[in-house]
C-alpha cells in the first residue's frame, strides 16, 4: 500500500471516530436533558447513520412520547423499531421486535428469546421462528403521514430518491425542471416534505418507497444498482407484509421521466392504509406502556 492510500485510509479512520464522538456526545446531552425535565426514555439499538430512514427512529419516539437514547449493545436496546437491522440482534436479545426487518434472506435466529410483536414483513418472521404467531406485519415508516402533517404543494411531476450508495449517480443526471432530486442524507421531516411536493416518487430506498406509500403518492422501485446489501429481499418482506404486489423499473441509460411515471403506481388502498396505521399505533403505545423508564 503506498503512503498516499495509507494516510487517507488513516483519514477515514479519524473521521470515523470524529464522527461517533460527535453522536454519542449528542446522546449523552439528550439523555441528561430527558432525565432533568423527566422525559420517559427509551433505549434503543439501530444503524445510526446519516440516512432519513434510520434517523426516523427518532422522530417516530419522540411522537409516542419517547426521547429515544442510542446504546451500542443490541442487548440494552428495549426495542428494534426502523430498519433492516434484525441481522445484529442475536438470540439472546429479550427485548421487542416492533417494526424491523432482516436484511438478506442468510440470516437465522429462530429459537430466540425475542418478544415479537410487530415485524417488517412475513419473510423477516419465518428468520425469527415467528411465522405462525400472532405478529403485526408492518414497517412504522408508514405513519409518516401522520407525523409530518404541514400541507404542501405539488411542484414536480417526479421525485427521485436514491438510496445513500446511488446518489452519487443519480447527481450527474440531467433530470430536468419537473423532475425532484432528494437527497437521502438528511432530516426525515426534509426527506418528507419533498415527496410531498411530488406527483410521483420513484426510489431505491425502501423507506423513499415506504413514505410515498404512506402519503399516498404513486410510486416505483427504481432499481439504478446491485451496491445494495441484501438484495431484493428487504423489498419483498415488505410489500408481502402489506399484501401489495411488488414490481421494479430497472434503470438504464436514456430512460425517460414518462417511462418511469407510467410505472408508479399507487399499490396501497387508502382504507387499507388507515387499518393499518392504527393497528401500528395501538401496537407502539401498547409496548412502549410495558416498558418502564
Given at each position: 500500500m503506498s503512503t498516499e492510500n495509507s494516510i487517507i485510509k488513516s483519514l477515514k479512520k479519524f473521521h470515523v471516530l470524529i464522527v461517533r464522538w460527535h453522536m454519542d456526545f449528542g446522546n449523552f446531552l439528550r439523555l441528561i436533558i430527558a432525565k432533568v425535565t423527566g422525559q420517559k426514555i427509551i433505549y434503543i439499538q439501530f444503524a445510526r447513520v446519516n440516512n432519513f430512514g434510520d434517523q426516523f427512529n427518532y422522530d417516530l419516539t419522540k411522537f409516542f412520547g419517547r426521547q429515544l437514547i442510542y446504546t451500542h449493545s443490541y442487548k440494552?436496546?428495549?426495542?428494534?423499531?426502523c430498519g433492516s437491522i434484525l441481522g445484529t440482534y442475536l438470540r439472546d436479545y429479550s427485548g421487542y421486535?416492533?417494526?424491523?426487518?432482516?436484511?438478506?434472506?442468510?440470516?437465522?435466529?429462530?429459537?430466540?428469546?425475542?418478544?415479537?410483536?410487530?415485524?417488517?414483513?412475513p419473510l423477516s418472521a419465518e428468520q425469527c421462528g415467528h411465522e405462525n404467531e400472532n405478529v403485526l406485519y408492518a414497517d412504522p415508516g408508514i405513519l409518516a403521514s401522520l407525523m409530518y402533517t404541514q400541507p404542501v404543494t405539488k411542484k414536480y411531476d417526479l421525485g427521485i430518491l436514491p438510496h445513500s450508495k446511488d446518489v452519487a449517480m443519480m447527481e450527474k443526471l440531467p433530470w430536468g425542471p419537473n423532475v425532484k432530486l432528494i437527497h437521502p442524507r438528511r432530516k426525515p421531516s426534509d426527506v418528507a416534505h419533498d415527496i410531498k411536493q411530488c406527483k410521483h416518487i420513484a426510489s431505491s430506498s425502501l423507506h423513499g418507497l415506504i413514505f410515498a406509500d404512506a402519503f399516498q403518492i404513486p410510486n416505483i422501485h427504481l432499481k439504478i444498482s446491485d451496491r445494495l446489501k441484501g438484495g431484493l429481499h428487504k423489498f419483498h418482506d415488505y410489500y408481502l407484509g402489506m399484501n401489495m404486489p411488488y414490481e421494479n423499473i430497472m434503470y438504464e441509460k436514456g430512460v425517460t421521466v414518462e417511462k418511469i411515471i407510467a410505472h408508479c403506481k399507487n399499490r396501497c388502498e387508502e382504507g387499507y392504509l388507515a387499518k393499518k396505521q392504527i393497528a401500528v399505533q395501538e401496537m407502539i403505545n401498547t409496548v412502549f406502556k410495558n416498558i418502564n423508564t
Amino acid at each position: 500500500m503506498s503512503t498516499e492510500n495509507s494516510i487517507i485510509k488513516s483519514l477515514k479512520k479519524f473521521h470515523v471516530l470524529i464522527v461517533r464522538w460527535h453522536m454519542d456526545f449528542g446522546n449523552f446531552l439528550r439523555l441528561i436533558i430527558a432525565k432533568v425535565t423527566g422525559q420517559k426514555i427509551i433505549y434503543i439499538q439501530f444503524a445510526r447513520v446519516n440516512n432519513f430512514g434510520d434517523q426516523f427512529n427518532y422522530d417516530l419516539t419522540k411522537f409516542f412520547g419517547r426521547q429515544l437514547i442510542y446504546t451500542h449493545s443490541y442487548k440494552k436496546s428495549q426495542v428494534a423499531l426502523c430498519g433492516s437491522i434484525l441481522g445484529t440482534y442475536l438470540r439472546d436479545y429479550s427485548g421487542y421486535i416492533l417494526g424491523a426487518g432482516f436484511l438478506a434472506a442468510r440470516f437465522d435466529r429462530r429459537e430466540n428469546n425475542w418478544k415479537v410483536k410487530m415485524i417488517r414483513g412475513p419473510l423477516s418472521a419465518e428468520q425469527c421462528g415467528h411465522e405462525n404467531e400472532n405478529v403485526l406485519y408492518a414497517d412504522p415508516g408508514i405513519l409518516a403521514s401522520l407525523m409530518y402533517t404541514q400541507p404542501v404543494t405539488k411542484k414536480y411531476d417526479l421525485g427521485i430518491l436514491p438510496h445513500s450508495k446511488d446518489v452519487a449517480m443519480m447527481e450527474k443526471l440531467p433530470w430536468g425542471p419537473n423532475v425532484k432530486l432528494i437527497h437521502p442524507r438528511r432530516k426525515p421531516s426534509d426527506v418528507a416534505h419533498d415527496i410531498k411536493q411530488c406527483k410521483h416518487i420513484a426510489s431505491s430506498s425502501l423507506h423513499g418507497l415506504i413514505f410515498a406509500d404512506a402519503f399516498q403518492i404513486p410510486n416505483i422501485h427504481l432499481k439504478i444498482s446491485d451496491r445494495l446489501k441484501g438484495g431484493l429481499h428487504k423489498f419483498h418482506d415488505y410489500y408481502l407484509g402489506m399484501n401489495m404486489p411488488y414490481e421494479n423499473i430497472m434503470y438504464e441509460k436514456g430512460v425517460t421521466v414518462e417511462k418511469i411515471i407510467a410505472h408508479c403506481k399507487n399499490r396501497c388502498e387508502e382504507g387499507y392504509l388507515a387499518k393499518k396505521q392504527i393497528a401500528v399505533q395501538e401496537m407502539i403505545n401498547t409496548v412502549f406502556k410495558n416498558i418502564n423508564t
